[in-house]
């Protein structure tokens, strides 16, 4: 069983920058895939961005250039740089360890508004 805990999100007005963090508490950290997803009201929950172990990333066309996902396994922690927040950016984030199953955490709300 992985827990994760995200923290990092708030109110931020559009143009603005946030990052959020994922720390996970387990021993194998670097072996695992680590993703962002986020989910609108009202809308389906949808792929931000992921990190593999071999820091291989891959990003949804809406948040290229503006995202940046990264991992520090030494701290096990997994980081979304999040720039240039447009107000469709605007949903809870939640992150996500896989392995041989999936772990999400309990997600974080992000809202990006004047």
């Known amino acids: 069983q992985v827990q994760l805990v995200e923290s990092g999100g708030g109110l931020v007005q559009p143009g603005g920058s946030l990052r959020l963090s994922c720390a996970a508490s387990?021993?194998?950290?670097?072996?695992?895939?680590m993703a962002w997803y986020r989910q609108a009201p009202g809308k389906q929950r949808e792929l931000v961005a992921r990190i593999n172990s071999g820091r291989t990333t891959t990003y949804a066309d809406s948040v290229k250039g503006r995202f940046t996902i990264s991992r520090d396994n030494a701290k096990n922690t997994v980081y979304l740089q999040m720039n240039s927040l447009k107000p469709e950016d605007t949903a809870v984030y939640y992150c996500?360890?896989?392995?041989?199953?999936?772990?999400w955490g309990q997600g974080t709300q992000v809202t990006v508004s004047l």
């Open positions: 387990t021993n194998i950290f670097g072996a695992y895939t």
């Open positions: 996500i360890a896989r392995l041989s199953g999936d772990y």
